[in-house]
C-alpha cells in the first residue's frame, strides 16, 4: 500500500503517537481497527536470549533449527516450556502491599474512566503500542525498536514467559478489559485489607492465583518455587499460620473425602488398586483389614481408616511441610513431577505440591538442630523412615488470593482468576489462625473443615471437603 493509500485513521493515529499524546491516541485506539499494517511488527518479535544462569523453567523457547538435510531424519521439536518465574527480588506480599495496590486501584480507576483500552490484533503495530503506553509498559516517545522490551514488562507483570512475542497467553492477558483489571485489584484490596498476617525477618507466601511459592528474607525474595494447588472444585483456601515442622518419609491417611470421590471409584473399576499403591486399610483398633472383605459399591470404607506407607510413590512424596491450622492443608512433595511443567498448575485436592521441595526444606529448617545442609536433607531422605523435625523457630506462612497487586514502583501485577472470586466482590476472608495440636496427636491427615466456621461469607466458598 502506497503512502497516499493509506486510511485517513491510521495517518492520525500516528500523528498523536508521534507527539506523545496518549489520550488522543486511546481516543482513536477506540474508535475500530486500522488498515494492517507492513513490516516487522506484523511477525512475532524475537525473543531475547536466556538470562544468564536461568533454569529450564525460566529460559526462553528454543530458537527454530535450520532445516535439515534431506539425508537426515527428522528430529521431532522439543515441546515449549511456558512455566514462568519472575526474577523480580520483591515479594508479592509485604507490609507496604495495602499502600501499593490502593495507588493501583486510584490509578486504574482513571484509565476505566478515560475509557480504558481496546483490543490489540496481531498484525497491528499501532494497537500494540498504544496497548502498551496506556499501562506505563511502554513510553509514549518510544521508538519501534523499543515495543519488544515493553512486551516484555508486560509479560513479567502478568507472570508470562518474558519472550517479547505477541503470543497467544500474552494476547489473550492483553485484551481483559481494564474494568476487569481495577475489579481483580479492588477485590484482592479487600483480602489484603482483611489479613492479620505477621510477617516476620523470614516468611513463606503461596499466591494461589499465580501457583507459586515465595520464601522471603530480610525483605527480599530468596527464591520462588512452581507450586500445583487445588482445582476449582477443591480449592486451596487462604491460611495464615506458622510451620513448625517437616515430616520426612510421611505416612499419607486419605481424608474422608477422597475415599469417597477418587478411591471406592477406583476400586470398583481395579480391585487390587489399594494393594498397588500400597495404602492399608485399617479397623479402629489400628488392626488391618483386607480390602476385599469391604463393599466397595458402598461408602462403607469412609468407617476405616486408608494409610498409605512411606516411600517414593506416596502421594505427599518423600517430604511434608507441616503448618498447623482448622482447615488441615499442607505444603508437600509429590511423586507426580510432570504438572510442574504445565501452564494450568491447578489440580491437587487442596494442598500444595512443590518443585524442588528439598532446597525449600533445607531454607526452613535453616538453624534448627545443627543448621541443616542439603546433603543432610537429602539424607534424611534417602534413610526411608518416618522422621519429624521440629523448626528452630516457626516460619509464618501466608496462603493468599491476590489475582491483582500493586508494587512500591507504582507498577501492577495480575494473574488469573482462577476460582472465579472477583466477580463476587472478592470477598473479606477470616484470617486463619494456627491451630497447633500436640505432636504424638498428629497424624498428617488432609480432613474436611471443622464446622461451624465463624461466619457465611468468603470462606463458605472452600467449604468442600478437600
Known sequence: MSHRSKPLSTSLLALALAAGGVTAARAQFQAGPAAPATGSFGQPLPPPPPAAGAGPAE??????????????PRRPAAPPRYVALSKDPRPTFTV???????????????????????????GDPARLRERLIIEGDLDANASPSEVPAGVRRFQARHGLTETGTLSGPTLAAMNVSAQQRLQQLEASLGRMRASTFGFGERYVVVNIPAAVVETVESGQVRRRY???VGKADRASPPVETRITNINFNPTWTVPASIIRKDIIPKMQRDPGYLTRAKI????GRGGEINPRAIDWTSERAVNYTLRQDPGAGNSLGQVRIDMPNNLAVYMHDTPSKTLFARDDR???????????????????LAGSNGNWSRAETDEAIAEGERRDVR????????????????????????????YKLDAQGGGQPIAM???PKPLQQQEWVETPPPEPVQSRGFFDLFRPAW
Open 59 to 72: 529460559a526462553a523457547p528454543p530458537a527454530p533449527q535450520a532445516a535439515p538435510q534431506a539425508s537426515r
Open 226 to 228: 512452581i507450586a500445583v
Open 280 to 283: 492399608r486399610v485399617l479397623d
Open 391 to 418: 523448626l528452630a523457630k516457626p516460619v509464618p506462612v501466608a496462603w493468599t488470593y491476590f489475582t491483582g497487586y500493586g508494587m512500591p514502583d507504582g507498577t501492577a501485577h495480575f494473574r488469573p482468576d482462577i
Open 346 to 364: 491447578f489440580h491437587s485436592s487442596g494442598c500444595v505440591r512443590v518443585a524442588d521441595v528439598r532446597d525449600l526444606v533445607t531454607w526452613l
Open 96 to 122: 507496604q502491599s495495602i499502600e501499593a495496590t490502593e495507588q493501583a486501584v486510584a490509578r486504574y480507576r482513571r484509565i476505566v474512566a478515560e475509557g480504558g483500552w481496546g483490543r490489540v490484533v496481531p
Open 433 to 435: 489462625r494456627a491451630q
